[in-house]
């Protein structure tokens, strides 16, 4: 690691959308599925506006210094009857800008999800992440996650 | 496979908590995890009601000729911003009743949830489900999902 970046983690605005979908598409996997464009597409802005709405989900960005956005997640608390009816964190869509990786970025944004989720009462936090991705894989397991299950996707 | 019961799939309700938690509990995983007293714990009907008034979430039951509950399932339906804004469908706490598996109870839940995800508008429907369930493993990849990814859960 070179050196950790403090970072102020914060919800997103509806003008933090294009940067974080440039950190979506920024990647082998999103290159293929995100449309980057300019205008960006209007359904960025739409499910933004459903993300903004939904008491459940909390998609957050990290500022730099000097008041960039430089990564991204999204922690959905998820109410559920397993587990004697304890809620579930999940954690989706977490990104670090290309420059700015290897700075414990990651980390402080997977911590603050982690705390947010007992906060709300959680018992378990669970995420997906695509098999290639081994070097996740090791930050999540450095973090204290287990690669305890299987993620089975169909996508259509 | 011992012939298909159908089974008609349907919104739980308050009164069917107690035989869901029951099959939540009949599993080796669920067992060490719940508890199934009389009276059942408080903590599972207030789960119940997050759950009942979260609009995003649906948790369903299925009912077999007779009205009894065979089998449940959770599909939440979780905006965000990847994938050009498209929602995905998480399914949770699919339980079969013992007594009853290997009968297509499963597969019907399971292809109603993603029905119903894709009538939502989703482009993905994805779960975890233990690295032990080699059974549901193989389930699932027959029903089209592919195990492309690695859930790590952390539990606390």
Same mark, same amino acid.
């Given at each position: 690691?070179?050196?950790?970046?403090?970072?102020?983690? *914060?919800?997103?605005? /509806?003008?933090? !959308?294009?940067?974080? &979908?440039?950190?979506?598409?920024?990647?082998?996997? $999103?290159?293929?599925?995100?449309?980057?464009?300019?205008?960006?597409?209007?359904?960025?802005?739409?499910?933004?506006?459903? @993300?903004? *709405?939904?008491?459940?989900? %909390?998609?957050? @960005?990290?500022?730099?210094?000097?008041?960039? !956005?430089? $990564? #991204? =997640? %999204?922690? #959905?608390?998820?109410? $559920?009857?397993?587990?004697?009816?304890?809620?579930? $964190? =999940?954690?989706?869509?977490?990104?670090?800008? /290309?420059? #700015?990786?290897?700075?414990?970025?990651?980390?402080?944004? @997977? %911590?603050?999800?982690?705390?947010?989720? *007992?906060?709300?009462? #959680?018992?378990?936090?669970?995420?997906?992440?695509?098999?290639?991705? &081994?070097?996740?894989?090791?930050?999540? !397991?450095?973090?204290?996650f287990a690669p305890s299950h299987v993620g089975m996707t169909l996508r259509f």
């Amino acid at each position: 690691m070179n050196g950790v970046s403090r970072v102020k983690i *914060r919800p997103a605005r /509806s003008d933090d !959308v294009a940067v974080i &979908v440039a950190m979506l598409a920024d990647d082998a996997l $999103g290159r293929a599925r995100e449309r980057l464009e300019v205008p960006l597409p209007e359904s960025y802005f739409e499910a933004f506006a459903k @993300v903004d *709405r939904d008491p459940n989900i %909390q998609l957050v @960005v990290a500022e730099d210094g000097e008041g960039a !956005v430089v $990564g #991204c =997640l %999204q922690l #959905c608390i998820l109410p $559920g009857l397993s587990s004697q009816g304890a809620s579930r $964190g =999940l954690i989706e869509d977490v990104r670090v800008a /290309s420059h #700015c990786r290897s700075r414990g970025i990651g980390e402080q944004m @997977v %911590q603050w999800a982690v705390a947010e989720a *007992r906060a709300k009462g #959680c018992k378990l936090v669970e995420l997906l992440t695509h098999n290639t991705r &081994v070097d996740a894989q090791r930050f999540y !397991v450095r973090l204290g996650f287990a690669p305890s299950h299987v993620g089975m996707t169909l996508r259509f």
